[in-house]
């Protein structure tokens, strides 16, 4: 049995949202079929599984780091695995701010939820879940970005 604390939080049937120890944790890893672990972290271990992509995304939790590069690249990877029945943990040093920024783009972008309703979603999974001031300014920018592309898209050319 597990003890407690060390748990992938599920956001969706291929998403999870996790702290490092648990996503580095060869049982649970396992236990859930995940196929790829993005590491929202700059020293953050990778899994020792060699069955797992991996990807690293090299920030640290600070409101001035430039997440945002990074939202279209992470959910594209976590879709991906996704349509190929593949699952995905996101995860950061306490599984908090990074990787719930992270989650949020992803649902977003895919499952085209508010910025509001994404959030909620993955605080909902993961009660911990508290993106830091300047990701959340971030994730408002992405929600007006994705909302152009969807204008551009559906406009009469």
Do not use: H, W
Request: include cysteine.
């Amino acid at each position: 049995m597990f003890q407690p604390q060390l748990q992938l939080c599920k956001v969706t049937n291929a998403l999870f949202v996790s702290n490092a120890r648990s996503a580095c944790t060869d049982a649970l890893i396992q236990q859930e079929a995940v196929t790829l672990c993005i590491n929202v972290s700059k020293q953050q271990p990778f899994p020792a599984a060699s069955c797992v992509a991996v990807l690293r995304v090299p920030v640290y939790d600070d409101p001035k780091e430039d997440l945002y590069r990074y939202f279209d690249s992470c959910a594209d990877a976590i879709q991906d695995q996704a349509s190929k029945g593949g699952r995905t943990v996101v995860y950061c040093k306490n599984g908090r701010s990074r990787s719930a920024t992270i989650c949020i783009a992803y649902l977003m972008k895919y499952r085209n939820l508010s910025l509001a309703d994404a959030f909620t979603k993955v605080r909902t999974s993961r009660s911990v879940v508290d993106p830091n001031s300047g990701f959340l300014t971030q994730l408002e920018k992405y929600e007006q970005e994705l909302k152009k592309r969807k204008e551009v898209a559906n406009s009469p050319t």
